[in-house]
């Protein structure tokens, strides 16, 4: 939808000839016929039934002797998967070849009530159904490109985001694509929000994207909550009291500076990239034993982490499409026999249309062995991740899909389902918190998608 002449907030004003009273002079001046507006939106819900792989009686074996409570088996469940609503628009600034551009996007929660999310290993008090929760910015674009300034999805992020075609549901590849320890966040393919980057125009299909994210932490050790900020940076849980300042309680995987490049190729049916990703002074204390972990003092401490990575994707003549991913993560961990945040992994899939309105899908993700465990040191903790699906598009907005996605986690490995963008995630973890690793995790999902 656009609408010309007029922006949302001040139609009425433009309507009538009277400018809103605001608190500015320029606020009360109506926009003018140079503004564009557009509204857009994605809405995606879903039927699911899922499983944790966790049998009664089962104890978190190799991680201790607890016995797993709760409900771990088959349940069902309705998801709001990455519902978003935005308004975007920009106005060009005389002949200066500039144009002012700007964006505020908010997540939807169309099957659950808007308010920090809570479940069974975590909380978070960050409320993702609020004005421009979602990627959001002011800048300017001209021939050179644009520089913008807000909340967004992260070069490295966005660079490989076109190669799964499971995104949102249970089968997104962020169950092991940039997520470093199996959690419900993938640290490395993420939204950063105060943050500034510069997108570089096509250069004979090349293109390039840079971003940066100062800490806004002035704890040393990066375990207070960023200046101006409602969690963690990285997503992580604060226990305690939250602090802007001095020693806080972001211990499990918060950072300073974060420094995020990409690049990439088009020429035809190919496509190709690669990408960077640093986050500076990484907080893993709670992993140690004065954190209340498992770890020695001094063997996982705050130090850098990082992730590279390298796509291809091609399309074929005969309507298929092939999608490659090669990631490594990195951490310059003090004792690598407690480092769990560092290994190999890659994403495999293939989408073939199946005619004008139907296509299937098949996925593989694989995430290798790392050098340690900061519960148990050494161990076999690789994972693999298969998904199957098939979509109808009933036309180029609409259409439903099918979802079947398999986590085989090895005895030490706690890999989830549906992480970093479907409405639920499945994870190791039982009614009480407790961890149980090697588990199978399944889900079933179907869903439906409208876009505007």
Not at 17 to 36: C, E, Y
Not at 147 to 170: E, I, N, Q
């Amino acid at each position: 939808m656009k609408l010309h002449r007029c922006a949302i907030a001040v139609a009425v004003a433009c309507a009538s000839g009277s400018a809103f009273s605001q608190s500015s002079d320029t606020a009360k001046t109506a926009v003018v016929a140079d503004t564009l507006i557009q509204l857009y939106g994605h809405l995606d819900v879903s039927i699911d039934y899922a499983t944790k792989g966790i049998s009664s009686g089962q104890t978190n074996a190799p991680f201790g002797t607890t016995v797993a409570d709760g409900k771990g088996g088959w349940q069902p469940a309705i998801s709001s998967n990455l519902s978003y609503f935005g308004v975007r628009g920009g106005r060009d600034l005389g002949e200066s070849g500039l144009r002012a551009i700007f964006q505020f996007e908010t997540q939807i929660d169309m099957s659950a009530t808007p308010g920090p999310s809570v479940n069974s290993a975590s909380s978070d008090p960050a409320v993702k159904g609020a004005l421009s929760s979602r990627n959001s910015y002011l800048g300017l674009q001209g021939g050179w490109g644009a520089f913008k300034v807000g909340k967004t999805d992260t070069p490295y992020k966005l660079s490989t985001g076109r190669m799964d075609p499971f995104s949102a549901t249970v089968g997104d590849y962020n169950s092991i694509m940039g997520n470093t320890g199996g959690d419900n966040r993938a640290e490395f393919d993420a939204r950063l929000s105060h943050a500034a980057w510069y997108e570089s125009p096509s250069f004979g299909g090349f293109r390039f994207q840079a971003l940066w994210s100062p800490g806004q932490n002035r704890s040393s050790d990066n375990s207070g909550v960023a200046a101006g900020e409602p969690d963690c940076t990285g997503g992580n849980t604060a226990g305690g009291v939250l602090s802007a300042a001095g020693t806080g309680s972001c211990t499990d995987g918060s950072f300073g500076n974060a420094y995020s490049v990409a690049a990439g190729y088009t020429a035809g049916p190919l496509y190709a990239t690669a990408a960077y990703e640093k986050h500076s002074g990484v907080n893993r204390l709670g992993d140690e034993a004065t954190g209340g972990g498992p770890a020695p003092l001094g063997a996982v401490g705050v130090v850098d982490e990082s992730a590279m990575k390298i796509g291809v994707q091609y399309k074929l003549p005969t309507r298929t499409t092939l999608n490659a991913i090669a990631e490594r993560m990195r951490r310059a961990a003090p004792d690598n026999n407690f480092n769990e945040r560092q290994r190999n992994g890659f994403w495999l899939a293939v989408t073939q249309q199946l005619g004008d309105n139907d296509d299937v899908n098949l996925g593989w993700a694989h995430a290798g062995k790392t050098p340690g465990d900061p519960g148990i040191g050494p161990n076999e903790n690789t994972a693999n991740m298969y998904a199957l699906g098939y979509k109808h598009h009933w036309d180029r907005r609409t259409n439903w899909y099918a979802v079947y996605a398999r986590q085989v986690n090895d005895t030490g490995a706690h890999y989830d389902l549906g992480a970093s963008g479907h409405g639920i995630t499945t994870d190791c973890h039982d009614a009480a918190g407790n961890c149980f690793p090697g588990t199978t995790l399944q889900a079933l999902s179907v869903g439906m998608q409208y876009n505007f």
